[in-house]
C-alpha cells in the first residue's frame, strides 16, 4: 500500500487513563457517553471507536446521521449510537431500525417518528431536547406539555429514552450566571414530567466543561468530548480541579494524538535568498532547511508559517517562510546530522521536547476542537500502546 504523507497514532494508554479521571470525577452510577461528533475530533471514527470499545466505553454521541453509519461499521452490537444533530426525515427509518437513538428537539417531529416507527414495525429511542436557554435546538416549553402526552399515547412506538439540553457556556465562568438558570429551567421540565407521570430513562445536560466542574450537572448521563481527548475543555475548568486536587499543576488529561511526517528534502540556502513563495521569508545567512511533504490541504495552519515549527532528532525546527498546500520548509541549520527519511513530530513529543495542540491555537487563533476537526480523514490512523 502507498504511503500517506503524514500518519497519526492514538496512544490506548493515554486514553484510559483519561476516561478513569473521568469516571471518577463523574462517579460510578452515571453513564460516561464518548462524543465523537467531526471524526472523533480528528482522531478517526473507525480508529478510535473500537479503542474506546476496549477501554470499557459502549455509548457514542454524534453529530449526524452520517456519522452515526461511521460508528456502526465498527462498533460492537451491544454499544449504543446517539445522534445529537441533524437527522433527516428520510433516515429516520433507517435509525429506528438499527436501534439508534436520536435527539428530537420539536413536536412535528414526533409524528413523522411514530410513522416511521409504525412501517419499521419497532419503537423508536428518542431523546427529547429542550430549550433552557441556549437558543441552539431545543423544544420550546410551549410544545413541551404536549409532546409527553403524544409520547404517553403512543408508547409502544415512542421509547422515552432521555430528557436533555445543552449547556451554552459551561467553560467560562463568565457564563456561570446563565448556566445556573439554564439548571433551573431543565428542572422545571422535569418537574412537568413527574406532573404527567411520564419521565425518560435517562437525564444527560453536562458535556466535558460541565462534568468536570458542575456536580449540579451530573444527572444519569455526561456527553463527554474534549476532555476524552486529553485537553481542559478551558483554563477555567483546568484551575477548578487543582485548587480541589490542592495542587500547582495536574497533568491528570493527558493528549493521546501525535501526528508525525518525514523529511522529504533538504538543500543548502545562501545568504540573501528567499525560501518558498514570494518574500515572506530572506535567509541572513546560509541556511540547511528541510522541505516537510504537508501543508494546509493537511490541516496543518497557514497561520503558522514563519512562526511555527516541528520537532526533528528531538529539536525544535522552526518554519521559514510560507506554509503552501502540501509543502513547507523548516529551518535544520542547527540539526547538522539530519536528512532526507528522518521522522518529523508535527504535534506530540520527540525525546525531550513536546509540541502541544496548543502551540498552534496560540498562534492562529483556532480552538483546540477546531484545529483538531480540521486533520484530514484521509490521514492513517493507529492506535499504539
Request: glycine residues 6%; contains cysteine; proline residues 4%.
Amino acid at each position: 500500500m502507498v504511503k500517506h504523507s503524514s500518519r497519526i497514532e492514538l496512544r490506548k494508554s493515554a486514553y484510559k487513563s483519561n476516561i478513569n479521571f473521568i469516571k471518577k470525577k463523574i462517579g460510578k452510577n452515571v453513564i460516561f457517553s464518548s462524543v465523537i461528533k467531526a471524526n472523533a475530533y480528528g482522531h478517526g471514527i473507525d480508529v478510535f471507536v473500537p479503542m474506546a470499545e476496549s477501554c470499557g466505553v459502549d455509548h457514542f454521541s454524534v453529530a449526524s446521521a452520517y456519522e452515526a453509519w461511521e460508528v456502526l461499521q465498527v462498533c460492537n452490537p451491544d454499544s449504543h449510537i446517539m445522534i445529537m444533530g441533524i437527522l433527516y426525515e428520510d433516515d429516520i427509518p433507517w435509525a429506528i431500525e438499527n436501534n439508534i437513538e436520536f435527539y428530537v428537539y420539536n413536536y412535528d417531529r414526533l409524528s413523522v417518528t411514530l410513522a416511521a416507527a409504525k412501517k419499521v414495525g419497532k419503537p423508536a429511542k428518542i431523546h427529547i431536547e429542550v430549550e433552557t436557554g441556549a437558543n441552539r435546538t431545543g423544544m420550546p416549553k410551549e410544545e413541551f406539555s404536549k409532546s409527553l402526552t403524544f409520547l404517553k399515547n403512543n408508547a409502544d412506538f415512542l421509547v422515552f429514552e432521555g430528557l436533555c439540553t445543552h449547556l451554552g457556556g459551561a467553560e467560562s465562568f463568565a457564563n456561570n450566571f446563565k448556566i445556573e438558570k439554564q439548571l433551573k429551567n431543565f428542572k422545571t421540565f422535569l418537574t412537568k414530567c413527574k406532573q404527567k407521570k411520564v419521565m425518560p430513562h435517562l437525564r444527560h445536560v453536562a458535556s466535558s466543561a460541565a462534568a468536570l466542574s458542575i456536580k449540579e450537572s451530573l444527572y444519569d448521563m455526561v456527553r463527554v468530548g474534549v476532555a476524552q481527548y486529553g485537553f481542559w475543555p478551558s483554563p477555567d475548568i483546568y484551575y477548578t480541579h487543582i485548587n480541589q486536587v490542592g495542587k500547582n499543576k495536574d497533568g491528570a488529561l493527558k493528549r493521546i494524538i501525535t501526528w508525525k511526517t518525514d523529511i522529504m528534502d533538504t538543500r543548502k540556502v545562501n545568504e540573501g535568498e528567499f525560501i518558498g513563495y514570494g518574500t515572506a521569508f530572506q535567509a541572513v545567512r546560509k541556511m540547511n532547511i528541510a522541505v516537510i511533504p504537508l501543508g494546509y490541504c493537511n490541516g496543518y495552519p497557514r497561520g503558522l508559517s514563519n512562526r511555527g515549527y516541528v520537532l526533528i532528532q528531538g529539536k525544535k525546527a522552526p518554519i521559514v517562510g510560507l506554509i503552501n498546500m502540501n509543502l513547507f520548509m523548516v529551518d535544520i541549520t542547527h540539526i547538522p546530522k539530519a536528512k532526507v527519511g528522518d521522522e518529523v513530530v508535527l504535534i506530540g513529543r520527540q525525546n525531550n521536547n513536546v509540541i502541544h495542540i496548543s502551540s498552534f491555537t496560540n498562534f492562529t487563533n483556532l480552538l483546540n476542537n477546531e484545529m483538531l476537526s480540521r486533520l484530514p480523514a484521509s490521514i492513517p490512523r493507529k492506535v499504539v500502546r
